[in-house]
């Protein structure tokens, strides 16, 4: 539990940071909340060269919403996502989803950016952008670019930023008024990942299910986005046999360790549960 | 002035026995003042730290610590050779056994201790460690208690493989440490034989550990000019530690000193003398410097004395009608691979023949078998040492697995069969003999505060809308009555080491009329500052705030055997009082004297001594304290000064009714508790306040080790559980509301009839929890599953029962 040394940096610029990453290439790891790099460090499993601490850096602290379209810096913290009253309006899953992350101490650090760009499957943001559609913004020293949340996670720790790039914001549609959403999570304790968490967003017209995407959280080395899922959703009335076919298209593409939290064939099961429990509330929800 | 609202004040401003009192401790803890191991800052102070074994089972082939040595800033690399020569390669346990403090040719557990590093700071202690090499040859594991004794079984203590008398009797394996029984065993078996009914169950309480907020760790530092080595570290007995460090140092017991700072929680994990704090002092002693040993929390979990460990397999017999005739007990002990546990010499599993617990069962066997695993060490936590714990946790599971066999509902089966008032003192079946109790009374309480009827009839309902279709929730009522040995104890019975196990006070009156006492034990988070305080006022009139008390320095507090097992107040808090009362009888003969009158004619009230028939004549404790340093009094020498040593005449028997409601999401298997009521009776009650702390601390550790802790081991020994990811220790969010409750029955030998409480919901708690999950399933025909129960192992009980799919 004490980590190996390191050099600290503390950039006040995207520009400078991404300098310092491209200047140590491979030796440098952008420090944001730290709450998933520090512990690593601690158990020596990352052992950085470089530590590029991103909080001075203002430009990545806003949340911009312009009708529809937001954008979330990536300093902004879990706190500030909840205390958000443009998001609780246009995306209230993302205040729904904060909530259920840790404890206010860590909510008060932890920041979205973080959440989603290690890539740790544990983390429940990285499936809310895969349901929600967003874009990552990635900084690196040939300017920037934008890559999926769909397509950017490859395995545990592993998704498609280059060492030399920084994760800058995240960008995304929110659904249209009346959608309904959910994000239902099942744990241990507060603190633990998820044995199996799922979230929904949904509109219904009239008794008809217009839309529906659904997103998955640590049952896989990756978080997943259950397309086939949301699709037996579509055009239903949510009735039970839909649900069920959203719930087996759900299990279908989890692959989850077996762990702590119990045997594979149990948290794919507990993943089902919770797919079956968020379309029930976001159905609730929607008008 | 009134004379009854007058002296009610004088006993308001003492806080003495039964006052909700604040406690002194906090206002230092709560403004992070406090003063912890790792708070001690020594100048040219060195740091240690271990490279620890990847393997569960390996022979060490080489140790290579050219590259460890080589990094700037460390000083020295230590490993079993070089303690060889000082003969300190192994430690003796407190169990008779002995244990490898560096690994010696063998590592037998994950993390096991390999080699210790010294270096200037932590940081470059911990790189330093990174590169000892090790080759490892890997061995077999054995994880597996129910195959240790296997013929083909690997044999993991080479040290010991030609030794088959152990510390407790023979050996009839290489890896059994201890056969011990006690009790009846043909009664018992005919018992069995004769019941009309019968049931048994193999019951497993897993291996748990108490992670204290603080881990464990010390300073060394030997001071070479003098000679005297002092050792500050988190001890739960500093003066056992003294004593220990004395036999294996051979440095004269005078040139040691052991101080227990302030300490963030023990559990008996902090009982026992752990690797680091033998190779701290002997750095400390080579070096000159002082060395400084501090375990992160995954050393804690996976080296550091764990808890229980236990396979029980109980038989009860009994008559259709619900009447216990018989029990039959045998326990596999799993205590890892060196027997570190802390029991009285003539109890090598405690005091576990508690075992027949809050019944009238006239005959009972127990017997115990201890063997060796690819584990780690310990077996202290959690008055598990005492394994009373366990014994509850079997018998009160057996009572209801009877229960369900006899169709008859839980709580009338326990009170059909509790000892009654009248019968104590109560010798049980296996030979102890309970102070006082009175369960009936507590009982009848317990069932009438939760309306247990309307329980019972709202689980009815439960069951039937469950049936229908209309909730997917069942709701389970654990009902336990516990029965608590604690304040070890007798000397006559109970030693460590051959240490009896007294403890003592000391007091002196300050001529102003303040006052210091000193005590042989360590307050972990207990509150004794406060409460010990409050003792002391009531026997000696002089308000609880002017008291200090002191534990922990060996070289000021008097001898003690430290705090553990629920010991402190029926045995220190007995001390106290006794010295007190021996300060009393020398204030008696002082205001005798200045009262100008014959003792017999004073009579005590509150803080003073009054002239019987004429209170107004009379000296305040603090007169008397002043006189006692400024005047002459023939016969009796200056100053007011006393100390105690306490061997307690017997045991104390705390118990206690606690139910449990829960609601039992079958789908998901997520347990959620509803309430829990605890009534505790554990004697007079000397800070209802604290008393209802401890018991919601003990508690909450009983809903984390029946919920969910789980300390295993995969097949090759790795050690799962080992870090906070994956330990459950749960927070407030997964704490439910505690009820508590109380009867008060005095012990009749105690010298104010206090029995002990900080184990009690330990012990009664995790068996209500249990019991409330096997409650939720038993119409379903459940008896017994395994602890934890956690989400899956519920949900996996609720789908084998056909409930979920």
Sequence with gaps: MIPGSFDYHRPTSVDEAVGLLAGHAGNALILAGGHSLIPMMKLRMAMPEHLIDIQDIASLSSIEVSGPQIEIGANVTQAELIASEDLEQHCPILRETSLQIADPQIRNVGTLGGNVANGDPGNDMPAIMQLLDATYVLSGPDGSREVKARDFYEAAYFTTRDEAEMLTSIRFTAPPAGHGSSYMKQKRKIGDYATAAAGVVLTMSGDTCASASIGLTNVADTPLWAEDASNALIGTTLDDAAVSAAVDAAKAITDPAADGRGPAEYRTHVAGIMVQRAIQAAHQRAN | ?805
């Design chain 2, 1 to 805: 002035m009134n004379v009854h609202a007058d002296t009610k004040e004088r006993v308001e401003k003492l806080q003495g026995l039964g006052s909700s009192r604040k406690r002194v401790e906090d206002a230092r803890f709560t403004q992070g003042a406090g003063n912890y191991v790792d708070d001690i800052k020594l100048p040219g102070m060195l740091f240690g730290d271990f490279a620890r074994s990847p393997y569960g089972h390996a022979r060490i082939k080489s140790i290579n610590k050219d590259a460890a040595l080589a990094v700037p800033g460390v000083v020295a690399v230590l490993t079993a050779e070089d303690l060889k020569p000082l003969n300190l390669h192994y430690m003796p346990t407190l169990a008779g056994d002995v244990q490898a403090v560096l690994a010696d040719e063998k590592v037998l557990f994950q993390n096991q201790e390999v080699a210790f590093i010294v270096a200037e700071d932590r940081y470059i202690a911990a790189d330093a460690a990174d590169l000892v090499e090790v080759e490892y040859e890997e061995l077999p594991a054995l994880v597996d208690a129910f195959k240790a004794m296997d013929d083909d079984a690997p044999l993991l203590r080479e040290d010991i493989k030609d030794k088959m008398e152990g510390a407790h009797g023979p050996r009839k394996h290489h890896n059994h440490i201890f056969h011990w029984e006690e009790g009846d065993e043909a009664g018992a078996n005919q018992a069995l034989a004769d019941a009309e009914v019968t049931v048994e169950e193999m019951i497993t309480y897993q291996r748990v550990h108490p992670c204290p907020l603080e881990t464990c760790g010390c300073v060394a530092s030997m001071d070479k000019i003098n000679g005297k080595l002092t050792l500050w570290g988190t001890f739960q007995a500093p003066h056992a530690v003294r004593t220990v460090a004395s036999l294996i140092t051979n440095i004269p017991e005078h040139n040691i000193r052991v101080v227990s700072p302030d300490i963030g929680g023990g559990f008996g994990n902090k009982v026992g003398v752990y690797a680091g704090y033998i190779c701290a002092a002997v750095a400390s002693i080579v070096t000159g410097v002082p060395i400084k040993w501090v375990e992160d929390r995954i050393e804690n979990l996976s080296t550091t004395a764990f808890a229980r460990d236990y396979h029980m397999t109980g038989k009860l017999a009994a008559t259709r009608d619900g009447r216990i005739t018989g029990l039959h007990c045998h326990v596999l002990a799993d205590h890892g691979a060196f027997d570190a546990c802390a029991d009285p010499t003539k109890f090598p599993a405690g005091f576990f023949h508690i075992c027949t617990g809050s019944y009238d069962i006239p005959v009972a066997y127990c017997g115990v078998d201890g063997v060796y695993t690819n584990k780690a060490p310990g077996g202290v936590a959690y008055r598990c040492s005492f394994r009373v714990t366990e014994a509850a946790y079997m018998i009160e599971r057996m009572i209801d697995v009877l229960a369900r066999k006899l169709d008859m509902d839980p709580a009338e089966l326990r009170m059909k069969n509790f000892i009654r008032k009248e019968q104590f003192p109560y010798t049980s079946a296996l030979g102890w003999e309970y102070d006082s109790g009175d369960y009936h009374t507590a009982m009848d309480k317990a069932l009438e505060s939760v309306d247990y009827k309307a329980l019972r009839a709202e689980q009815q309902e439960n069951r039937a809308a469950f049936e229908r279709g209309d909730t997917r929730k069942l709701m389970g009522i654990g009902v336990a009555f516990f029965t608590e040995i604690v304040g070890a104890g007798p000397v006559k019975n109970c030693d460590i080491l051959g240490l009896g196990m007294f403890d003592s006070c000391e007091i002196r009156i300050h001529p102003t009329g303040s006052a210091i006492a000193r005590l042989g034990t360590i307050s972990q988070g207990q509150g004794h500052a406060t409460t010990f305080a409050q003792i002391l006022a009531t026997e000696i009139g002089i308000p609880a705030e002017d008291i200090t008390l002191e534990e922990g320095d060996t070289d000021t507090a008097p001898y003690g055997l430290g705090t553990y097992g629920s010991r402190s107040t029926p045995v220190a808090g007995a001390a106290t009082a006794m010295a007190g009362r021996k300060i009393r009888a020398k204030a008696q003969m002082i205001a005798a004297y200045l009262l100008e009158v014959h003792e017999g004619d004073l009579e005590w009230d509150v803080d003073r001594f009054q002239v019987k028939g004429n209170p107004d004549a009379h000296k305040t404790m603090k007169e008397i304290a002043f006189a006692s340093y400024n005047q002459a009094i023939p016969g009796l020498e200056p100053g007011l000064e006393a100390v105690s040593y306490y061997d307690p005449p017997n045991m104390t028997y705390p118990f206690g009714a606690y139910i449990c409601v829960v609601d039992i999401d079958v789908d998901t298997g997520v347990t959620d508790v509803r309430s829990f009521y605890a009534l505790d009776d554990c004697g007079t009650r000397i800070n209802p306040m604290i008393i209802e702390g401890q018991v919601h601390g003990g508690l909450t550790e009983a809903l984390a080790i029946a919920m969910g802790q789980d300390i295993s081991y995969d097949e090759i020994g790795n050690i799962r559980g080992g870090s906070l990811l994956d330990f459950f220790l749960p927070t407030a969010v997964e704490t439910p509301l505690w009820q508590t409750d109380h009867t008060t029955t005095p012990s009749p030998h105690h010298p104010i009839g206090a029995k002990g409480v900080g184990e009690s919901p330990n012990v009664g708690g995790v068996p209500a929890f249990s019991n409330a999950v096997h409650d939720a399933f038993a119409h379903k025909g459940l008896t017994h599953t395994q602890m934890p129960h956690d989400h899956w192992r519920v949900w996996e009980t609720a789908r084998k029962l056909g409930l979920t799919g």
